[in-house]
């Protein structure tokens, strides 16, 4: 199912606009509907948004980034109590 029919808030912000993210990083938008609702949401969009193993990657767009960023809010939104589930990387080191 498309993000945009999963998260009805995305559809609103996208209007009626084609999703980058789906058109062009399909694979990405499939993991973020499989985690979305879950608390392993926030590592998984961590690890999009963060580069910490000075990997090359070349990144997204600028236009894909938003749209990521805005499912993290639309998320964050949601599900309030998810977030708080999820332990940070310093957190799991203490």
Known sequence: MPLRKLVREFNMY??????LLERDFKHVADKIELHW???????FINKLLV????RKRN????????????LYEIHCEKYPELRS????????YQ
């Open 14 to 19: 996208l209007k009626n606009n084609e999703s």
């Open 37 to 43: 609702g879950y608390p392993e949401f926030y590592p």
């Open 51 to 54: 580069n910490d193993h000075d």
């Open 59 to 70: 990144g997204f767009p600028q236009e894909v980034m938003e749209e990521i960023h805005t």
């Open 85 to 92: 589930a999820v332990k940070t990387d310093s957190q799991r």
